[in-house]
């Protein structure tokens, strides 16, 4: 059984360990359009190192950027490393019960994914569990690349902050 973690606050190490660990990725709700973070994630990903498998229903059979697509966790021809939640929190629960079936270690929810109940069910099947981040902007961050402007600022924030309410004095 893995440590307890607080889900609201990860170290680097952690996060570290866990992507340093991890050789293949089942990324589920995995999306053939460019505009679509699912699809350019599971790009990432695959440039840098890591074995995916894009997980869609819908797609089945055909393939992402050159690998197929597979239509449930149940139909891969492994187990996964880590599986990459890209579905609502709802949704999660699922996925995280199949990821357990199908003999997982990590399970990653995306940013905006958190399922406290499926999270407890992995952990407790021995399962690492990240909610509310994504794995490549973790990396981003961890290894120090250079950002989407052109500088690694090392002030980017990779979980999601709640939003703030202000308001402005019209005169």
């Not at 340093?20 to 460019?34: C, E, N």
């Not at 990459?84 to 357990?100: C, H, K, M, P, Y």
Request: with cysteine; proline share 5%.
């Amino acid at each position: 059984m893995t440590q307890k973690i607080d889900h609201d606050d990860y170290s680097d190490a952690f996060l570290r360990g866990v992507l340093d660990r991890v050789k293949t990725i089942a990324i589920v709700g995995a999306s053939a359009d460019p505009v679509k973070a699912s699809f350019y994630v599971l790009k990432y990903l695959r440039d840098n190192g890591y074995r995916v498998f894009p997980i869609n229903p819908k797609l089945a059979g055909q393939t992402i950027l050159g690998e197929t697509v597979y239509g449930s966790l149940a139909d891969l021809p492994e187990p996964p490393d880590m599986v990459d939640i890209f579905r609502n929190s709802a949704a999660a629960g699922g996925v995280t019960d199949e990821a357990i079936a199908v003999g997982a270690k990590v399970v990653w929810m995306q940013l905006s994914v958190r399922n406290d109940e499926a999270a407890a069910r992995a952990e407790a099947a021995g399962l690492t569990v990240v909610m509310n981040r994504c794995p490549k902007m973790e990396i981003q961050r961890l290894y120090g690349e250079i950002g989407r402007i052109g500088v690694n600022s090392n002030i980017i924030q990779t979980k999601k902050q709640p939003l703030k309410k202000f308001f402005k004095k019209l005169i």
